[in-house]
């Protein structure tokens, strides 16, 4: 017997996801949103139409939702379901996800509007971030239904204040909350000063604050897919979900080949994407070249297809949505020196120099001479920011000279 996840976006019912009986998925708009003037589709890779897209032209979308890798299989586990079953997954724990979609079996209805949280005590909280690698998302706790992609652990939580309070029953979150990583030394403070390094430079980029619980080091990472909606009766500010995507999803390509080397975006496709997509493309693409020169120069070599969303604003605009995941991932000799994507056809951090950037310049479409002077522009930039950009650990100091000599390097290597 075949099973239907009803989809909305935002309050509207806009479509059925369906499982037959052989397993497979399948999804389909409802007539009453392909005919509304004011539709949107759920995905540039799902464009409005009346047709059935079948599980090769929807997973990229629905499957990408879901986190990924071990955390995948552990909520699988825990709920007693198959990993591989993105349906069921979505089914149990797809309330509250990334951008305004939601998913409620059919003939559900959405939660009631008035919002519901739990305050935690910092010994709650503690608590929580020690069992999200036993239970990723806080999959199967009592009224709790969200997914997050990534294999990072991780939960969505509401911060008011000072006070972090867990969402109830499908309620948006305002903050992704990622604990410390024991294999990655200082890891939370690592990305916190690319974060901050990057905001500071100019490149839009979520809020970032860091905390502890207990001894435990976390993040608070700002959700840019909420923002708060003034309150007309003086109660409590009301959030509002704005839709999103990340790159593999609006390009049609599961998050198993986010990176390019297993058949993810190339950055020649994000150019592209974003070209074709934003309603101001001349800022974007800029900023999406400034995303790229930065991770090259602080030696974040994990940035793949899923580090990259559009934003969809509720004032119809479209655009590159803010930075998110920085991390020098060379602060760590374990990890692959492989670049997510390639730079002008080189995989390799160490071998990129005038010409692998203007070969990019090329396929991004843009003037290589202008490409290639903000290398040095951006490097400079990053060595002016990095003393007022305080590191907040050790490894977080290593980190900050580990970059200093790398845009040292390159500014050498581009103002010859």
């Given at each position: 017997?075949s099973?239907?996840l009803d989809?909305?976006?935002?309050?509207?019912?806009v479509?059925?996801l369906?499982?037959?009986?052989?397993?497979?998925?399948?999804?389909e708009?409802?007539?009453?949103?392909?005919?509304?003037?004011a539709?949107k589709p759920?995905?540039?890779?799902?464009p409005?139409?009346?047709?059935?897209?079948?599980?090769k032209e929807?997973?990229?979308?629905f499957g990408?939702v879901?986190p990924?890798e071990s955390?995948?299989?552990i909520?699988?586990?825990?709920?007693?379901i198959?990993?591989?079953n993105?349906?069921?997954?979505?089914?149990?724990?797809?309330?509250?996800?990334?951008?305004?979609?939601?998913?409620l079996?059919r003939g559900?209805?959405l939660?009631?509007p008035e919002d519901s949280?739990?305050?935690l005590?910092?010994?709650?909280?503690?608590?929580i971030?020690?069992?999200?690698?036993?239970r990723?998302?806080?999959?199967?706790?009592?009224g709790i239904?969200l997914s997050?992609?990534g294999?990072?652990?991780k939960t969505a939580?509401?911060l008011?204040g000072k006070?972090?309070c867990?969402?109830l029953?499908?309620?948006?979150?305002?903050h992704?909350l990622?604990?410390e990583?024991?294999r990655?030394?200082?890891l939370?403070?690592?990305?916190?000063?690319c974060m901050?390094l990057a905001a500071?430079?100019g490149?839009p980029t979520a809020g970032?604050?860091?905390?502890?619980?207990d001894?435990i080091?976390?993040?608070?990472?700002?959700r840019?897919?909420r923002?708060?909606?003034?309150?007309?009766?003086?109660r409590?500010d009301?959030?509002r979900?704005e839709?999103?995507?990340?790159f593999?999803?609006?390009?049609?390509i599961v998050?198993?080949r986010?990176?390019?080397?297993?058949g993810?975006?190339?950055?020649k496709q994000?150019f592209?994407?974003l070209?074709n997509?934003?309603?101001v493309?001349l800022?974007d693409l800029?900023?999406l070249?400034?995303?790229?020169?930065?991770?090259f120069?602080?030696g974040?070599?994990?940035a793949?297809?899923?580090n990259?969303?559009?934003?969809?604003?509720?004032d119809?605009q479209?655009?590159?949505a803010?930075?998110y995941?920085?991390?020098?991932?060379?602060a760590?000799?374990?990890?692959?020196t492989?670049m997510?994507m390639?730079i002008?056809?080189?995989?390799?951090?160490?071998?990129?120099?005038?010409r692998q950037?203007e070969?990019?310049?090329a396929?991004a479409?843009?003037?290589?001479p202008?490409?290639r002077?903000?290398?040095?522009?951006l490097?400079?930039?990053?060595?002016?920011a990095?003393p007022v950009?305080?590191?907040?650990?050790?490894?977080?100091?290593?980190v900050?000279?580990q970059i200093r000599?790398r845009?040292?390097?390159?500014?050498e290597?581009?103002?010859k």
């Amino acid at each position: 017997m075949s099973r239907t996840l009803d989809v909305f976006l935002h309050s509207q019912r806009v479509g059925a996801l369906t499982q037959n009986t052989q397993g497979d998925i399948s999804f389909e708009y409802d007539d009453a949103w392909v005919l509304d003037p004011a539709a949107k589709p759920l995905s540039q890779s799902l464009p409005l139409a009346k047709k059935r897209f079948n599980r090769k032209e929807c997973r990229p979308f629905f499957g990408g939702v879901l986190p990924e890798e071990s955390k995948r299989e552990i909520i699988a586990r825990n709920l007693g379901i198959s990993a591989r079953n993105d349906f069921s997954l979505l089914e149990e724990i797809g309330g509250e996800c990334a951008g305004a979609v939601t998913f409620l079996p059919r003939g559900t209805s959405l939660p009631d509007p008035e919002d519901s949280y739990r305050q935690l005590s910092e010994a709650e909280l503690a608590s929580i971030l020690r069992l999200l690698p036993k239970r990723p998302l806080m999959a199967g706790e009592a009224g709790i239904r969200l997914s997050l992609a990534g294999a990072q652990d991780k939960t969505a939580v509401r911060l008011e204040g000072k006070t972090i309070c867990l969402p109830l029953n499908g309620s948006p979150s305002t903050h992704i909350l990622k604990p410390e990583i024991e294999r990655f030394e200082g890891l939370v403070f690592n990305e916190k000063l690319c974060m901050d390094l990057a905001a500071a430079v100019g490149i839009p980029t979520a809020g970032v604050m860091t905390g502890v619980a207990d001894g435990i080091h976390y993040i608070l990472v700002e959700r840019y897919d909420r923002a708060l909606v003034p309150s007309a009766n003086g109660r409590q500010d009301r959030l509002r979900r704005e839709h999103q995507e990340d790159f593999c999803q609006a390009l049609g390509i599961v998050s198993e080949r986010k990176y390019q080397s297993e058949g993810g975006p190339s950055l020649k496709q994000c150019f592209e994407l974003l070209r074709n997509t934003s309603s101001v493309p001349l800022v974007d693409l800029q900023s999406l070249l400034d995303a790229v020169l930065f991770n090259f120069l602080v030696g974040n070599n994990d940035a793949h297809g899923k580090n990259f969303s559009l934003i969809y604003r509720t004032d119809g605009q479209t655009r590159l949505a803010p930075l998110y995941d920085l991390v020098s991932t060379a602060a760590y000799p374990e990890l692959s020196t492989r670049m997510a994507m390639k730079i002008g056809g080189e995989w390799e951090p160490e071998k990129v120099g005038p010409r692998q950037v203007e070969k990019l310049a090329a396929e991004a479409g843009l003037s290589a001479p202008i490409v290639r002077k903000r290398v040095g522009e951006l490097a400079a930039a990053v060595i002016a920011a990095l003393p007022v950009v305080t590191p907040e650990s050790p490894l977080a100091a290593a980190v900050a000279n580990q970059i200093r000599a790398r845009c040292q390097r390159a500014i050498e290597r581009f103002t010859k």
